[in-house]
Every structure is written in C-alpha cells, then in structure tokens.
C-alpha cells in the first residue's frame, strides 16, 4: 500500500489532490499532511513514505528546501512537486535539488496517475 506524504499550504488544494489520491485506489490512512514545508520535513522518515507530493510555495520552508532536507535522509523516494511554478528556470532548480517529477498545477487526475505509475506507485 502506498504511503503518501503531501505538503501543500492550500487546505483546499490538500484536498483535491487526497481526493484525486482516492481516486487512484491510495487510502486515506496512508495520506500524511502537511501545511508547511518545516512540518513537512519533520513528518518525513526514510522508509517511512513511498512517495512525497510537495507544493513551491509554502511558509516556513519552500518546496525546494523540503526536497533538498529529503534528499539528505533518502536518495530514492520519489518525489513529484506540484505547483503553478511551470517555467523551465523554476523546473530545472528542482530538478538540480533532487525532484524525481514535477506537476504544473492545475492538473488532471490521469496527469497524476502516469506521474505515479511511471514511479511504481
């Protein structure tokens, strides 16, 4: 069962995006939320997600630095930033902290779906 953890400081985009999550057969039990990116890194442990979902722009700490805090505990956790930040400077800064894939909101469901199948999740 996939374990999600998803930072995003929009309550209400928290939950369109747990909404499309259900939708792709992802259990809300296994859905950890954030409102920022400081709680974000602090509900974050090695093994203990299979896939993070962050937002750019968030109080605290942004998206980027959410990345590059969980890059410094594992190398291997996919995780896919979705955001409204969809110009190439913007996309290539995540990619150099670490981002495994990057989703311009708003978005499909089935745009998030490939984004997860094509991670095995």
Same mark, same amino acid.
């Given at each position: 069962?996939? #374990?999600?953890?998803?930072a995003?400081?929009?309550?209400?985009? #928290?939950?369109?995006?747990? #909404?499309?999550?259900?939708?792709?057969?992802?259990?809300?039990?296994?859905?950890?939320?954030?409102g920022?990116?400081?709680?974000?890194?602090?509900?974050?442990?090695?093994?203990?997600?299979?896939?993070v979902?962050?937002?750019?722009?968030?109080?605290?700490?942004?998206?980027?630095e959410? $990345?590059q805090?969980?890059?410094q505990?594992?190398?291997a956790?996919?995780? $896919?930033?979705?955001?409204?930040?969809?110009?190439?400077?913007?996309?290539?800064?995540a $990619?150099?902290?670490?981002?495994t894939?990057y989703?311009?909101?708003?978005?499909?469901?089935?745009?998030? #779906?490939?984004?997860l199948e094509?991670?095995?999740?």
């Amino acid at each position: 069962m996939t #374990r999600v953890l998803l930072a995003d400081d929009s309550g209400i985009m #928290r939950k369109i995006i747990i #909404r499309s999550l259900l939708s792709l057969g992802i259990n809300e039990d296994n859905i950890s939320e954030a409102g920022d990116g400081e709680s974000a890194i602090a509900a974050f442990s090695p093994g203990g997600f299979d896939l993070v979902l962050t937002d750019w722009n968030m109080p605290k700490k942004s998206g980027l630095e959410v $990345i590059q805090a969980i890059r410094q505990q594992d190398a291997a956790v996919p995780i $896919i930033m979705i955001t409204t930040e969809g110009e190439r400077r913007r996309v290539l800064e995540a $990619i150099e902290a670490g981002v495994t894939d990057y989703l311009v909101k708003p978005f499909e469901s089935d745009a998030l #779906r490939a984004k997860l199948e094509k991670h095995g999740c």
